[in-house]
């Protein structure tokens, strides 16, 4: 099959530059079919071996994220001891979740089980399903921003309070618990680049050639335009 076209590629490149973490969200309801159409994204992700390892656990009890809430109180708490003075205060005011206001809360886990003891690309790195769930949740993300949908990463919470509230079996990881719903905006950057905590690291010092350390010439012959870094800006 060929490229996509200069549009579709555009579009792309869109949802991945414009994806936020979101934590402040709009109480409506999400559609079924809406929903439908994030999980299948996510369920059509790439994984080792196909082993496709995900669950996608869909938490709308009030009750149920009432826990997941107090268990994240108690990490944040032991968190927030960790940073002091200016760091410590700039913490404190930022908000971290969005676990009672968003409409949906999602558990994607890996079964470290799944297939068997022996399964195809994890035979040399036995982590492999657990990046292959992350890959799933990634599509999950991106198919939210075109849907114009929110998604917030909550993860300073014990993944043994998430095992005990979510009545999880021995052999499944809850590799992300996630925040969904409409929002009031997508905010041009990262907010913890907007409040300063951290800015955007250079691309170009990341990218080695051949070997550890050796500087690649990548960006010496194709320099990247600040304003389009996908590349996809065509003339006017």
């Known amino acids: 099959m060929s490229a996509f076209s200069d549009a579709e590629r555009e579009a792309v490149y869109r949802a991945i530059f414009e994806r936020r973490d979101c934590r402040r969200f709009l109480p409506d309801p999400l559609p079924g079919d809406l929903i439908a159409r994030l999980l299948s994204a996510a369920h059509h992700a790439p994984s080792v071996g196909f082993m496709q390892p995900w669950n996608f656990l869909l938490i709308r009890s009030i009750e149920v994220r009432a826990q997941v809430k107090a268990a994240f109180e108690h990490a944040n708490a032991i968190a927030n001891a960790q940073f002091h003075g200016e760091r410590g205060e700039l913490y404190r005011s930022l908000k971290l979740e969005g676990i009672m206001e968003s ?69 499944v990881v809850p590799v992300a618990y996630l925040c969904l719903g409409r929002v009031v905006e997508f905010p041009a950057s990262p907010e913890l680049q907007r409040l300063g905590w951290l800015n955007r690291v250079e691309l170009e010092p990341l990218v080695y050639e051949d070997r550890w350390g050796r500087p690649s010439s990548l960006f010496t012959e194709n320099p990247l335009d600040a304003d389009d870094p996908s590349g996809t800006k065509t003339a006017p």
């Open 103 to 171: 409409p949906l809360n999602v558990c994607v886990t890996c079964d470290r089980s799944r297939h068997g003891p022996v399964v195809l690309g994890k035979t040399s790195q036995s982590e492999m399903d657990l990046y292959s769930t992350v890959c799933a949740i990634q599509n999950l993300w991106l198919a939210a921003r075109a849907e114009g949908v929110g998604v917030g990463w909550v993860s300073i919470v014990e993944i043994e309070d998430l095992r005990q509230i979510l009545a999880l079996p021995t052999e």
